[in-house]
Each structure stands twice: as C-alpha cells, then as structure tokens.
C-alpha cells in the first residue's frame, strides 16, 4: 500500500466510509468499516492527516483518533458538498472530505473539549426546555380561546392564566379545567427544570475567565452565553 498523507473518514452510525489518498492525490485505501473497526483501523495507520465533516459525533472521534497520534481536521459540511464529484454517496463523500481538507486555504473546525461538549448539552437542552414550555403555554391558550377564554400572552402572564381557568371553574366543562391543570402542571415541570439547568449554567460560567468577564457587560446574563464562549473556554 502506497504511503497514505491524508484519510477522508465519513461518520455514521454503524458502517463509516474510508478513503485514503496519496502525497499526490492519488487512491491508496477506499474501503468501509464498522463502527468497532475504527480504532483498530487507525491505530495501525502511520499517523497522516485525518479529516472529517464537523457533525454532532465528529469531536468524539476527532478526540479518540487524535489520541492515536493523528492529526484531526474537522471541516465544516458546508465547504465539503463543494468537492462532491458525482453522485452523492458514503464513497464519494469521504473523498470529498479528503480533498477539502487538503486544501492550503481550508478553514476548520477545532474540536471540542468533553467538558465543553457537557457545558454545550446542558445550554442546548435549556433552550429545548424553554421552547417546549412556550409552545405549551400557547397551545393551552389556544385550547382556552376555543371556549371564549381569552388568557394573555407570555410567561409573565402566567399568574393572570391560572386566575382565568380558577374563575371559570364553575361554568366551564370539567374536562376542559382539568386538562387546563394538566398543561399548568407541565409549564410547572418545565420551568422547575428550567431553573435548576439556570444553576447549573451560572456554576459553570463562573469557572472560566472569558464567561465570566462577558456576565459583567450590560444586557449578557448567565444563560445568556452561548455555545462560541463554552468552546473559547
């Protein structure tokens, strides 16, 4: 086998895509491998440049192969689809992420951290959380509209919601009040979590310089960070 510089890996769940060029561009390894051939496939390769899409599993393998002594280049998916060649496929697209890669002007994506991947988790699933207790409280004053109960918008308003469904007890259908409840059970659930994930954000906000520094400025509170500080820190 000719010496391999530089190895598209196109990731997937169970079967991955290698394609392996040459100093020269040409093909020295074309071939697909299971998920539990990965490692053992890299670790015997002479250490070369490894170059992957930047997706959402990316910066575990990028972690695990760079530990083999390779040299991980996460590109972004956007610069890749350019050097797709024919029809899209695993094949082809591992050798389009081969040839990106090797581009001297490429910009890539520096992997992260298992720690910044953590922080980015609990950021994300505030935010689904936040969003999931909107579209509830929507959803309930929509349900409340149908039966000529105008409740007012926003989260802020919660208190006047539950007075309205309170004062239309009596008059109301049963199950209309009950599985209005329901939904203010659920705004409850949602915005205790809601807290609790707040906390945790703040304690580890404050674990790092550039966080921290950015919480003082007017208008950035805690949950205000996003995923470009966690990476930076």
């Known amino acids: 086998m000719e ?4 190895v598209g ?19 020295a390894i074309r071939k697909k491998l299971s998920r539990g051939q990965v490692l053992a496939f890299f670790a015997d390769l002479p250490p070369s440049v490894v170059a992957m899409e930047a997706c959402a599993t990316a910066h575990y393998w990028a972690r695990e192969i760079g530990a083999l002594g390779h040299n991980v280049r996460l590109v972004p998916p956007a610069y890749v689809k350019p050097f797709v060649k024919r029809q899209k496929n695993d094949a082809a697209d591992a050798e ?38 909107t579209q509830t409280i929507n959803a309930l004053r929509a349900h409340l ?8 918008q926003g989260m802020s308003n919660l208190a006047n919601i539950r ?17 209005a409840h329901t939904y203010l ?30 919480m003082t400025m007017p208008g950035v509170g805690d949950c205000c960070i996003n995923e470009a500080t966690w990476r930076r820190s």
């Open 3 to 6: 010496q391999v510089t530089i």
């Open 9 to 27: 890996l196109d990731l997937a769940k169970r079967v991955f895509q290698v394609h392996g060029a040459t100093a020269d561009g040409g093909i």
């Open 96 to 133: 389009a992420i081969a040839e990106a890669a090797s581009r001297p002007t490429m910009r890539f994506v520096e992997p992260k951290s298992p720690q910044q991947q953590a922080r980015t988790m609990v950021f994300r699933t505030r935010d689904l959380f936040v969003r999931q207790r």
């Open 145 to 152: 509209a149908e039966h000529g109960l105008i409740a007012p």
């Open 163 to 179: 007075r309205l469904i309170d004062e239309a007890a009596a008059e109301a259908e049963r199950l209309v009040v009950e599985t």
């Open 185 to 214: 059970e659920q705004i409850d659930d949602l915005s205790s979590r809601i807290l609790k994930l707040e906390a945790t954000l703040k304690q580890e906000a404050a674990r790092t310089d550039a966080s921290s520094r950015m």
